[in-house]
């Protein structure tokens, strides 16, 4: 089994883009089979190194590695044999209309109550019309010619789909500069790759009609093909690469983790609630293509922080390691991560612990008899209640007029994790200088 992502490098991918790479990659590795990255760049006019670069990057850091990889680009040839082979055989017949024509053809069909399907007036020019044509400056584009036969195939997502040929326009697969188009260099790669899955957008489900006679005419094994639903916006906008929409670059600019996308995305769509898994390995396991339904999920941003929050709450210290500060060590990890949203806020709680830090002191007095009750070290978990009852016993304060202004002076903020794990790594001799007003 093959399944392939065929992005096209001609903007930043978006999380729509993601859940189709995302789906293939898992249904892929829940089958044993191999994962392909073909970057589809024959739109020589917007595609780009750089995007394919940044697509390569995203997939990296979201840990969808491929086992293989192929450029259009660098296949050019490969489609160019395969259309000759569609022209000896009749199947592919030189068009020379001008989109200005088209659109005309278009109209007319559209106010006689027709669906606008190309007439194959193309097909009945002579070798001399087709002369005089060219002699005029027109270049033919080419069209592949459909059967009008039933073409059918049970969709992994959709179940049975039928469409006739008939009821289909035949698609261009060469433009008139010579370029072939997505539906050509797309089914010669599946087919020369041996991509036997393809689970793609639901957009592409016409497309799937004319390439089931496009592989078969080539000689090709069909493959299985999976049409998901496409996703939308929270406000039920579609999304855009090239308005940089949701742009994975961006989420991960936010400090999201990878993990975050991933396991919201191989959910959404389906009825299962979202996990907060802490490795594509788990993502793995509990993958199962049958829950995708057909109606349309949407992409909700605010749904990323609390998801992003769990995973960090369950993260192994090993794991966080080599993106924490240098010094950041596995005790303060333990005592800061229950209140992380993103780990770039684990910086702010290494630095109030190991200084240094401008207290806040509401009370000068009350600091300062508490400064006094300080415990001698070594402190653990157990020191904060000792010391607070004390403290407590001593003042009168209690609740939150004994807590946060104790709180303002050890760590400058009104808020954070629980101090009973903050005191004793920020230890006595600081504790003692920001209860006495000192930056320590």
């Known amino acids: 089994m093959k399944l392939r992502f065929a992005p096209s490098p001609t903007g930043l991918i978006h999380v729509g883009n993601l859940r189709q790479a995302l789906v293939n990659w898992l249904y892929a590795r829940t089958q044993g089979g191999r994962f392909l990255l073909r970057i589809d760049d024959t739109d020589s006019e917007r595609s780009t190194a750089a995007f394919a670069a940044a697509i390569e990057e995203d997939l990296r850091w979201l840990g969808l590695l491929w086992d293989e990889k192929a450029v259009q680009s660098q296949r050019l040839d490969r489609y160019t044999a395969a259309a000759e082979r569609l022209k000896e055989s009749g199947r592919l017949y030189a068009c020379y209309e001008t ?209 992003n929050a769990r995973i960090l709450h369950g993260m192994a210290f090993e794991t966080a390691a080599p993106r924490l500060p240098e010094g950041f060590d596995a005790a303060l990890w333990e005592a800061v991560r229950p209140n992380l949203t993103k780990l770039s806020e684990a910086r702010v709680w290494q630095t109030i612990c190991r200084g240094p830090v401008v207290p806040v002191i509401t009370d000068a007095a009350f600091a300062s008899q508490a400064a006094e009750l300080l415990p001698p070290e070594p402190w653990d978990e157990t020191t904060w209640q000792a010391w607070t009852g004390a403290v407590k016993a001593t003042t009168g304060a209690k609740g939150k007029a004994l807590f946060l202004p104790l709180r303002q002076a050890l760590t400058g903020l009104d808020h954070g994790p629980e101090l009973k794990a903050l005191l004793p790594l920020i230890g006595r001799d600081r504790a003692a200088a920001r209860l006495a007003g000192e930056t320590a």
Request: net charge negative; hydrophobic share 40%.
């Open 99 to 307: 989109a200005e024509e088209l659109g005309l053809k278009r109209k007319v069909a559209l106010s006689a109550g027709r669906p606008p399907i190309y007439d194959r007036a193309a097909v009945t020019l002579s070798e001399a019309d087709k002369a005089a044509l060219e002699s005029e400056g027109r270049r033919p584009h080419w069209r592949f010619k459909l059967d009008h036969s039933a073409i059918a195939w049970e969709d992994l997502i959709r179940g049975s789909v039928a469409f006739e040929g008939a009821n289909l326009s035949d698609p261009v697969l060469i433009r008139e500069d010579g370029r072939p188009l997505y539906t050509l260099t797309s089914v010669v790669d599946d087919i020369e790759l041996e991509v036997t899955h393809i689970l793609r957008g639901e957009d592409h489900v016409a497309n799937t009609a004319a390439q089931v006679q496009l592989f078969e005419a080539l000689g090709g094994t069909v493959p299985v093909f999976g049409h998901l639903s496409l996703i939308a916006g929270a406000g039920g906008e579609t999304l855009s690469k090239r308005l940089g929409t949701l742009s994975v670059a961006a989420l991960r600019e936010q400090g999201l983790e990878a993990m975050t996308l991933t396991c919201y995305l191989a959910r959404l769509g389906t009825p299962d609630p979202v996990e907060a898994l802490q490795s594509l390995d788990d993502l793995v396991a509990g993958f199962d293509l049958s829950r995708f339904g057909r109606a349309t999920p949407k992409f909700d941003p605010k749904d990323l922080e609390h998801l």
